[in-house]
């Protein structure tokens, strides 16, 4: 019942609460006060202080808590050729606190390939852990559900057909050049369908002038565009969620709309589930996962330090069975500990705790 390659029995989805001295240095680059080299020393310092960590507390996926990022997606898609991030107004809110009003849009034509810096940023990992070193990158959706076309000028792009074609070229050369530097875990954190089972959202999207029954196929599409050129060794997982800033959510609802999609026409090989509340429905949708795919329960609650009783867990996992094969299961926490640099609102004990907690449950479940 262990488990060889990913994802693990235990596994996280990849973000850590920053620590404080990364935290004081980051303010002072933002200031001036220091250069970009001491940054990145104390970055460096700082993640192979959390690389040992994630291994001493049992964990076989080890990634750099996005310590290097302050934000999951725009990091990334702000350094893609053809798109630029910025400071806007954002088009979709929290429940509760906002985060910096940080955009995307397209300002050139996309599909070019110059290295990625986050190339550099996985290379790190690699060279400081034993374990498995794990990639977080955001799903190309992202450059698109929060703005449709007001990011995507049409003196640029007049067919959106020719935008999300070039967009899954963009992904299928970053993504290659993950692989032919070792990666062979690299997971697409997936916001936007899930954000589709939210009625308000769909009426959101409808009101701007897109159809959100046909945008799961559009973006289904651009994700096996996005892994068609990877090596037969390499895991490809999707994270799904509803929202995650400072412990506050974006959308509500299960997964049955979108749900035979998800696993049957998507070739990702596993899916970090958020499950930690009644937001994300029941288990039933997991009836459509096909034999050959693994499903990571997201149970445990990044939001908030309070321990789940393992009991609990156990019972809840047990529920999952009864649509899915215990061999097809894994646990983790339902989302990172830190989507934005701020983080949630919990102790780095606490998060601690809870991935210790994941380990020893998993090695009782599914033994070691």
Known sequence: MMRTKPPFRADHVGSLLRSSP??????????????????????????????????????????????????????????????EAYLGERKISFQGKQPRPMMLRVIGK???????????????????????????????????FRYGRAAVPESIYPSMDDFYNDLGTSYR???????????????????????????????HVTQRGDDPAQLPHIYARMINAAISD????????????????????????GYEPVADILFNAIKVNGYFMEYDSERAGGFEPLRFVPKDKTVVLGLVTSKSGTLESKDELKRRIDAATKYVGIDQLCLSPQCGFAS??????????????????????????WGH
């Open 22 to 83: 990364l935290k004081e240095a980051r303010a002072k680059r933002e200031k001036g006060e220091i250069s970009a080299n001491a940054l990145k020393a104390v970055e460096d310092r700082e993640i192979e202080a959390i690389i040992k960590k994630q291994e001493a507390e049992g964990l076989e996926s080890i990634t750099d808590g996005e310590y290097r990022r302050a934000f999951w997606n725009y990091d990334f898609l702000g350094k893609l050729d053809g798109v």
């Open 110 to 144: 996309l599909g070019g390939y110059t290295p990625h810096p986050m190339i550099e940023h996985f290379k790190f990992v690699q060279s400081h852990t034993k374990q498995t070193p794990k990639m977080t990158i955001p799903s190309p959706s992202s450059l698109h």
């Open 173 to 203: 050369k970053a993504v290659r050049a993950f692989a032919d530097a070792g990666c062979r875990y690299l997971q697409l954190d997936e916001v936007n369908f899930t954000y589709l089972c939210d009625p308000e959202l769909r009426k």
């Open 230 to 253: 990877i090596p037969a060794d390499m895991t490809i997982t999707m994270h799904l969620c509803r929202g995650n800033f400072q412990s506050t959510f974006v959308a509500s609802g």
């Open 340 to 365: 934005t640099e701020e983080g949630n609102i919990l102790s780095e004990e606490q998060q601690w705790a809870k991935l210790r907690m994941i380990a020893e449950l998993s090695e009782e479940i």
